[in-house]
C-alpha cells in the first residue's frame, strides 16, 4: 500500500510515498537523504535513530513513516545554527564525546531531550537518561561530561562543565 | 614546532573529524547509495550443521521486484575460490595446522547458524528478503558441537572431516623442561583453570558493502566498512580472480571496528561479485541480528594455568594449556591470535625465567572466532592476573606487593622474555604506585568496613598488563607463519602553495588520526593544522597499507609518516639550499623554514614547494621537480605498552548485583601525541574490558548449536550507569626503537580491565573462601556462589 | 517487515469495526508491536492506529481514584502531577518502563493489551486493584490477565482507560535483566484499606499475586514478616539470565525491599 505522507523535516516542509512498512527512519535516510540519523539494531535498543518528533525523542526505528503525517521532525542535521553548532554539539566536540561517530547523532538528540526536560542534570541523571542510547567507543565517559557541559552552556552557566569533572575527580575519593 | 610557535604534539587538539559526525554529515557505508543500485539479502542457516540436500531458488526468482538469486554451487561454477586465512600456525610436530576451505557461499553443507546459504537481489530491500523466504532449502540437521572443551573429548561432533578430533593445530612456545624443572623445585605452586568468556565485537555501525561494476572500465568498486582497504582488495583479488589494478576497495567512515572490520568477509566478495552479474550496484547492510551471526567473535579460551613460586614467592615458571575455539571456519586472522599474540605474552611484566605454553586450536559450529579489541592479550593478561592474585591469596601476601617483588626492574630493559619477546622499556613500579595511589589503595579497608555496614560486599583489584603492539615487523612475523607483510606507508605530499595531504594507509574508525597525524606532521614542517588533509581508506587514492589494529597506527603509520616528512625535509633542504646559494650542509630546517645558519638568510616550506612545482630555478641535474614522498616504515619491534588498572567494586549479596564504584588506570603509552584521544581511547577499552567481566557473554545451546545471544535483548551491551567516571593517569617510557616513541594505547583498557574487576570480585567474596568467578559475573552466578560458599545448600 | 495496510482510526467504534480482520491488529505506542513486525515474527493484513483518538489519552481524577486513558504515554504518567500526587509509585514504574525514547511512545493501554510477561503495567494494574475499561465493559484488574500475551478481552475488544484507586501505601522494585533492561523480576507491594496485594511481573509467565505474603503483610507490614515465604519455582520462567531457583528468590528480596520502601 503506497502512500503519500507531508511532515515537516528540520522546518522544512517534505512530503514523500511510502510503504505501510516503511519506517521513519528508511524515510528520513533513503527517500529524504538524511543520513545523519542511523540504525545500529533491530530491536529498537541501541538509539542510534533517535530524532524528536514534535519536540520529543523517539526511535525512528520505531515509529512508521505513516504514523509521522503532520508531523514536526527534528533530526541531528537540523540542530546546528547554520554553520554555528550548537551548544550541546559543541560540548560533545570539546568533551571528546565521540570516536567513530556512529552512535552520536543519537546520543545528542537525547541529551537535548534531557535538558528539554531537566535544565541541570547530575551524572547519574544523565547516565540514567542514556539507557536506550548504546556507544560502544567512549566508554561513555566524555559523553556524561559532554551533557553536563551542554547543557550548563544551554543555560548559560559556564562553571557547569566543572561540576562534571569534580566528579571525576573525586571519584576515587 | 608548529607555525604558531607552541608544539601542536602533545596538546588535546579538538577533533578535525567531530563536525561532520556532530552534524550528520559523516558517510558510512549504508550511507553511500550509487545510480541503479539494487539491494542484496542474504539466506542464512537456521540450524548449526546440517547437510543441504536441494536448494530450490524458481519461487524466489518469479517473486516481484528480484533481480537475480545465487547460491553457491552458481559462485563455484564461476571459479570463486574461498575466503582465505591470513596465518599458518604449525603443530608442535612440525604438521601445518588443518585450513578447511571456506567457502562464500555454502554448496553442501552449513557449519553454524547464521552460515550463508544464498543470496537475493532485488529492486528493494524488502523484496529481498519477501523473496529469500520462498527459497526452498532442504536440511538434514546433523548434531553440532559448540563448546570448545567438549570439541575436543572422544566421540565428539566431528565438524570437520579432515580435522579428526576437531583439532587444527596442537600449538607450543617455550621450553617445557627449565618449567618442569621449576616445578620440580618450587616451594608452591599455585593452579587454577579459567574460561575467558566468548564475546561479539558490536561495533555500534553494522557491516555494510556496495559493490559497483564499471562496464566501460572493467573495473570493480567496492565500498565497505573495513579497518583495512588494502588488505580486503588483496585478498578479494584472490578470492574473485579480479587484478588488483581493476578492484577498488573504498573504506569510507566507519562506525567502530575493534578488530571485526579486518576480516574479508563474505558479504564483501558476494556484493562485488553479484555487481558484475547483475551489472548493477549491490548493495547489503547487516542488521544486527545478521551481526551477531555473522562477525567474527572473539576470545573463548578455556585454560589451565600452572605458576610456580619459590620460597621468596618470586614466580619460577608458568606453564599454559589452552583450548581456543577457531569457529566453524577459520577467519583472516584467527589462527595467530590464541598463539603468537597470546602465548608470547605470558610473561606480562614479570621476570618469571620458564614459561611454557601450549594451544590446541579446534573447531566448532559456531560462528568463526578472530582478533577483538586486545586480541589474545587480554586472554594472556587475565589468566597471569588471576594466577597472581590466587598465589597472593594463598600465600597470604598482599597482591600489589607480590606484584612488586616480581617486576622486571625499569634498569631491567631490554628485557628478553622467555616466550620469544624483546620489551624495549617500561617502569612497572611506578605506574602501579601511580595507580595505587590514584585508587586510594593504602585506604581501602575502611571503604569496605563502610560498604559492610550497608550491606554490601566490597572488593578491590589490581591487575598490571603487557601488550605487544605497534604490530608487527613483517620479517619476525613471517618466520612465525604470517602470509602478510605488517609495515605502514604514507604519502607525504606538499603542494605548490605550500599546503600538505598526507595519504596513510592506516585506517581511522574512530581513532582520530585526522587530527593526530595532522599533529605530527604540523609539528614536523611547522606548518598550521589547517594547512593539511590527512587522506584515508581508498585503495585509489593511498599507497598500499596494512591498516588499523593491534594499535598500529601511530607506532607503524605514524612513523612511516614521520619518514616520509624526513624526506621532503631533505630534498627541500636541496632545493632551500640552491635557492639561497648555500651548501646543503649549512641549512637547517625549523619552523617551516630552511636558514641558512648562522645567517638570517631563510626561505620557507611554501617557497621551496612553490620552486620545486614551479622549477625554473631548480637544480635540474641534482633533483626531480616536485615535493611528494612515499614512505614504508617496518618495524623493528613490537611495541610494549604496559599498566596497572584497579577495580574496585560492590556486590549486593541478596541479589548479586555488582556496582562497579571506581576504576583507576595507570598507564605507559610512551610518547603521547594527544591525551584527549588517548584518554578516550583507554575509556573505550575500559567500558569493554568491564563489559567483559561483568555482563558480555556470547552463549550457544550446546545441544542444537542455536545462538541465545543474538540481540540486545540478550547480550548484555554496557550501558552508561553500568560505570563510574575513570580515574586516568600515564607514566612514560618511550619506545626506544620507533621515531616517535609512541607505543600505542587502542586496547589497554580491554586488556588490563577484566582482571582487575575478576580480582575485585574475587577481593570481594573472599571472606567466604571464594577462589575464582568466571566471566561475565552475573547477578545470578554471583549470588549462586556467595550462597554456595555461606552454607552448605539446604535441600531443595 | 511484511507489508500491510496501514488505518488511522478515526474512533473508537472504527477501529473496533476493522477488527473484524482478524488479521488485523491495533497499533498504540507501537513499541513492542513494530519491533516485532521488524523480526518479522507476525504478519498482520493492517494496522489500526489508535493515536488519533482524543478521548483514549489523559489522567483524570475520579472521585479518590485515578483514570489514566488507554493511549496515555508513560511519560506522561511519569510526569503527571494527578499521578505523582495520589499514587506516586505508579509514576515511578512508568518511569522506569524501557528508555526515554520509548517512553515518549509507549502506552499503557499497548502494555496491559500485550501482557508481556516482563512488562512492569500488569504488576500495578493487579497490585492496585485496579480497573479496566473497554470498549465493551469493565474488567477487575485481577481478571485482566489471562496468561502469556493473553489478556480477557475479547475480539474486537479494545481497552479505553485504567482506573487506580487511591492506596494507603505502595511502591515497586524492579530487578532488571542486564541485557534488555526488562523486568527480570519486578514485584509491587500495595497497602490498602482492605488489605496487602503483593503483584509479581517477570517471574512467571504472566503477573500474579502471592497470597502467602499478602497475608503475612496484612498482620505485619514488615520486611522481615515475608523473609521465610518462598514461592514454588515450578512455574516460574527460566532462561540464561535467570532460574527459575533465582527468580523465586528475587521475588522475596523484591517484595520485602518494596516493603520497606512503603514505610
Redesign the interface.
Known sequence: MQTTVSLTVNGKPASATVEGRTLLVQLLREQLGLTGTHVGCDTSQCGACVVHVDGEAVKSCTLLAVQAQGRNILTIEGVANGDTLHPMQEAFRNNHALQCGFCTPGMVMSALDLVKNNADPTEREIREYLEGNLCRCTGYHNIVLAIAAGAAAMRGDTAGSVKAEGAAASAAE | MSATGTPAIGM?I??R????????????T??I?RPGQVYASILRSPHASARITGIDTSAAAGAPGVVAVFTGKDMAADGVGGLPCGWLINSKDGSPMIEPTHPVLVTDRVRHVGDHVAVVIAESL?QA??AS?LIAVDYAVEPAIVDPAAALLPGATQVWDEAPGNICYDWQLGDLAPVEAAMAKAARIVKLDLVNNRLVP?????RAAVGEFNRATGEYSLYTTSQNPHVIRLLMSGVLHIQETRLRVVAP????G?GSKIYHYAEEAIVTWAAGKVRKPVKWTA???ESFMSDAHGRDHVTHVELALDADARFTGLKVSTIANMGAYLSTFATCIPTYLYGTLLAGTYTTPAIYVETKAVFTHTVPVDAYRGAGRPEATFLLERIVDVAADELGIDPAELRRRNFIPSTGFPYQTPVALQYDSGDYHTTLEMALQ???YAGFEARRQEAARRGKLRGIGIATYIEACGIAPSAVVGSLGARAGLFESAVVRVHPTGGVTVLTGSHA????HETTFAQLVADGLGIPIEAIEIVHGDTNKIPYGMGTYGSRSLAVGGSAIIKAMDKVIAKGRKIAAHLMEAAEADVEFKDGAFTVAGTDRSTTLAEVALTAYVPHNFPHEELEPGLDETAFYDPKNFTYPSGAHIAEIEIDP??G?LTVV?F?AADDFGRIINP??V???V??????GIGQAV?EGC?YDKETGQL??G???????????D?????LSTNTTLCTHNPLGVKGCGEA?AIGAPAAIANAIVDALKGLGVRHVEMPA???KL??VINEHKAPRAA? | MYEFEYHTATSLDDAAGRLADEDAKLVAGGMTLIPTLKQRLAKPTQLIDLGKIASLKGITEEGDAVVVGAMTRHVDVSRSEIVRRVIPSLAELAGMIGDPAVRNRGTIGGSISNNDPAADYPGAVVALNATVRTSKREIAGDDFFTGLFETALEPGEIVTAVKFPRIQAANYQKFRNPASRYAIVGVYVARTGSGVRVAVTGAGAFVFRVPEMEAALAKSFKPDAIQDIVIPQDDLNSDIHASAEYRAHLVNVMARRAVAACA
Open positions: 588535546p579538538r577533533r573529524e567531530d563536525y561532520r559526525f556532530l552534524t550528520g554529515q559523516g558517510t558510512y549504508d550511507d547509495n524488502g528478503r519477501d523466504e558490536n561495533a555500534m555501525e553494522p567512515d566507519v562506525g567502530g575493534f542488521d544486527r541480528s590514584a585508587a586510594g574508525h574512530g581513532q582520530g541478596d541479589t548485583h571506581n583507576t584527549m584521544i584518554a578516550g581511547q575509556h573505550g577499552g575500559l567500558a569493554q555482563l552463549v541465545l545471544t540481540s540486545y535483548n540478550d547480550y548484555a551491551m554496557p550501558r552508561a550507569a560505570f563510574p567516571n575513570f580515574v583498557g552475573t547477578p545470578e549470588w549462586r531443595a
